[in-house]
């Protein structure tokens, strides 16, 4: 069945990139997303990548997609204490109805100083 | 400004109880969805609908009951046959137009 993974947890030092990486299952998902969710609160859509794109750069963040591993990375520049939240991969498969979204568990990221 | 509005953001329930929680959008999206989740577990789907007068069930229905008599309006009752309702809900919606799903703000409910 479909699958996202995603390592739990990642420590920054502020000023440093920060990569977080996410493998999906479904060879024949079309849209991937990037999610980031701050304490208490909902999910806030950062930034997504179409299936037939390798890479997408969004001021500070870099996404960057190898289909053939089905691998994603979300990589943040500069990173600061405001980026201190959870980070969700997710994506589309091609069985899921109506753009049924399957979210990884999420990576906390933390930024110290 | 368009979104989607949960409420209350806390709710305690007691043992035995059903307690509804509220999920409004205003961004004319056909699709609506509930998540619940738990620390470190992600986000499981519960319920979700495409259309009004209709909804399918997730992977946690258990427990759960929706219903969907108004496009902007997807409210999920945690009926007391659910076992561990506290968790942290999200509800979300999309369309054919939107990438990805707009989020609410999550409510937290608490068995008390």
């Known amino acids: 069945g479909e699958d996202v993974e995603q390592s739990l947890f990642l420590s920054v030092r502020e000023g440093d990139s920060s990569v977080i990486n996410c493998t999906y299952t479904?060879?024949?998902?079309?849209?991937l997303y990037w999610y980031k969710q701050e304490p208490g609160a909902g999910l806030q859509l950062l930034t997504y990548?179409?299936?037939?794109?390798d890479m997408k750069q969004d001021q500070r963040l870099t996404v960057l997609l190898n289909k053939k591993d089905k691998h994603l990375s979300l990589r943040i520049a500069d990173t600061q204490t405001g980026d201190s939240a959870i980070y969700f991969c997710?994506?589309?498969?091609?069985?899921?109805?109506?753009?049924?979204?399957?979210f990884g568990a999420g990576t906390r990221l933390a930024v110290h100083p | 400004d368009g979104g989607i509005t949960q409420s209350p953001k806390y709710l305690f329930r007691k043992e035995g109880q059903n307690v509804t929680l509220s999920c409004e959008q205003n961004?004319?999206?056909?699709?609506m969805y509930w998540y619940r989740q738990d620390p470190g577990q992600g986000l499981r789907l519960i319920y979700y609908?495409?259309?009004?007068?209709?909804?399918q069930k997730g992977d946690i229905a258990e427990g759960y009951s929706v219903s969907r008599e108004k496009k902007e309006s997807f409210p999920l009752t945690v009926t007391s046959a659910q076992k561990n309702p506290t968790a942290f809900y999200l509800c979300?919606?999309?369309?054919?137009?939107?990438?990805?799903?707009?989020f609410g703000s999550g409510t937290r409910l608490t068995v008390v």
């Open positions: 990548i179409f299936s037939n794109m």
């Open positions: 479904d060879s024949s998902s079309t849209y």
């Open positions: 609908s495409q259309i009004v007068n209709d909804f």
């Open positions: 961004l004319n999206h056909d699709a």
């Open positions: 997710a994506e589309t498969p091609s069985s899921g109805g109506y753009n049924k979204l399957i």
């Open positions: 979300a919606s999309t369309d054919t137009r939107a990438y990805g799903y707009t």
